[in-house]
C-alpha cells in the first residue's frame, strides 16, 4: 500500500514536472515570437514603380496600424495565459518582455511626429533599448528552459 501511494506521488510530480516545461516551453516559443516580430518591423509601404519618375515618398505603412495592435494584442492574451502555469521569476521575463514589445509597437504605431516626440535623454523612449529587453527576455526565458527542462533528463 506504501510503496503505491510513493509511486502515484512520483507520478504526479513528474506529471507536474511536464506540465511546467510545456508551459515553459510555449512561454519560450511566445517569446521568440514577440522577438521576431520586433526585430522584422513595420516598413512604410513603398513601391517599386514609383522610384523610376522620382516619387520616392513614404507611402503608407506596409501593415495596418490595426493589424499591428491586434498582433500586439494577441501575444499579450497568450502571455496572460501562460504567466500563472510559470514560476514567479519566469513570469516576471514574459511580463517584461511583453512590456517591451508593447512599447515598441505604440513607439511605431504613434501618429505623433519624430521630432515632436520627447527624446530619450529627457526621459523618452528608446526603441532600441526596448528591442534589447525583447532580445534579452527571450533569451532568458530560452536559458530558463534549457536549464529545467532538458539538462536534467
Known sequence: MREETERAAVELR???????CEKLQASVTLAAEINFSADRGYLNAIRLSDIPVGNTSLGGLAVPTAQINAEQLEFERRASELIPFLAESEAEILNRTTLHHYVVTSLRTSEVPL???????????????ELIGIRDGAARLADAYRIACTEQL
Open 14 to 20: 513528474a506529471k507536474g514536472s511536464q506540465l511546467a
Open 115 to 129: 521630432d515632436q516626440r520627447v527624446p530619450p535623454r529627457e526621459g523618452g523612449f528608446d526603441a532600441n533599448t
